[in-house]
């Protein structure tokens, strides 16, 4: 799929996506009596303003509970490469294409 265009590669990945959200809202009409409304309420009450400053404060902690304290070594990573970028060495490349540091 190297040759495709970016837009018929992405339009095709969209298109790969419907059956599931399909799905999904199948089975949220059948449970909840329509297909924008889950077990934890409508969309309008889950993206409400009010709740933006408790997730805030509740998601860092959960954060670091779910996937121990090493999570905080990936949200580093953007500054060790902004880093390594700056000081001209930028990533090696394999023959398999990957990067190696």
């Given at each position: 799929?190297?040759?495709?265009?970016?837009?018929?590669?992405?339009?095709?990945?969209?298109?790969?996506?419907?059956?599931?959200?399909?799905?999904?809202?199948?089975?949220?009409?059948?449970?909840?009596?329509?297909?924008?409304?889950?077990?934890?309420?409508?969309?309008?009450?889950?993206?409400?303003?009010?709740?933006?400053?408790?997730?805030?404060?509740?998601?860092?902690?959960?954060?670091v509970?779910?996937?121990?304290?090493?999570?905080?070594?990936?949200?580093?990573?953007?500054?060790?490469?902004?880093?390594?970028?700056?000081?001209?060495?930028?990533?090696?490349?394999s023959?398999?294409?990957?990067?190696?540091?």
């Open positions: 799929m190297r040759g495709r265009p970016r837009i018929v590669r992405g339009l095709l990945f969209v298109l790969g996506t419907v059956p599931g959200v399909l799905a999904v809202a199948a089975i949220n009409r059948h449970l909840y009596g329509t297909a924008s409304m889950s077990g934890y309420g409508s969309l309008g009450e889950l993206f409400e303003w009010a709740n933006v400053v408790p997730n805030l404060q509740r998601y860092p902690v959960w954060l509970q779910l996937h121990t304290p090493a999570i905080l070594i990936a949200l580093a990573a953007p500054l060790v490469a902004t880093t390594r970028a700056r000081c001209g060495s930028a990533p090696r490349r023959a398999a294409g990957g990067a190696r540091g």
